[in-house]
């Protein structure tokens, strides 16, 4: 069965390129999620006031990878006990969140954040869960951004 998932963890571009590697991702989609505008442009998100976040949206095929396996990437792939922050990202759109669509992966989430706090972080996450379904897809020369460029930068 296709399910969906929605992560933010910093700048979308790198977060996208790590889940679209993953054996069992279908499609990705990089968008807005979180905030308080309608359709909102990456130049209204950038500007920091409107809340939303920079995320992916992850279509799987979950009897190739399931949710907790979704999971493990994003928490890898990441510094959760950053707050608004990623590397050299600084801002709300930056955030550690995880939009969760439905109990599932609600509770799936809480255990993991427990999980980490306990065996790794030391109770510092700082990753939010948000219910929030009201995906933004970013423009179209987000998406796959990094596949984008290695292409042109080698066909030169």
Not at 41 to 57: K, Q, W
Not at 119 to 137: A, M
Request: with cysteine; charged share 30%.
């Amino acid at each position: 069965m296709i399910d969906k998932a929605i992560f933010a963890a910093g700048c979308f571009w790198g977060i996208e390129e790590k889940f679209n590697s993953a054996k069992g991702v279908i499609e990705t989609e990089v968008g807005y999620i979180g905030g308080k505008l309608d359709k909102p442009t990456y130049d209204n998100v950038c500007r920091g006031d409107t809340y939303h976040a920079e995320a992916v949206r992850v279509f799987f095929d979950d009897k190739v990878i399931d949710y907790n396996e979704l999971l493990d990437i994003f928490f890898e792939i990441h510094d959760p006990t950053t707050l608004n922050s990623q590397g050299p990202d600084y801002g709300t759109q930056y955030r550690s969140a995880i939009f969760y669509l439905n109990e599932f992966q609600k509770l799936s989430s809480e255990n993991k954040i427990k999980e980490l706090n306990r065996e790794k972080f030391n109770n510092k996450i700082v990753t939010s869960l948000e219910h929030d379904d009201n995906f933004w897809i970013a423009e179209e020369y987000h998406q796959k951004y990094l596949k984008k460029k290695r292409f042109n930068f080698f066909s030169k």
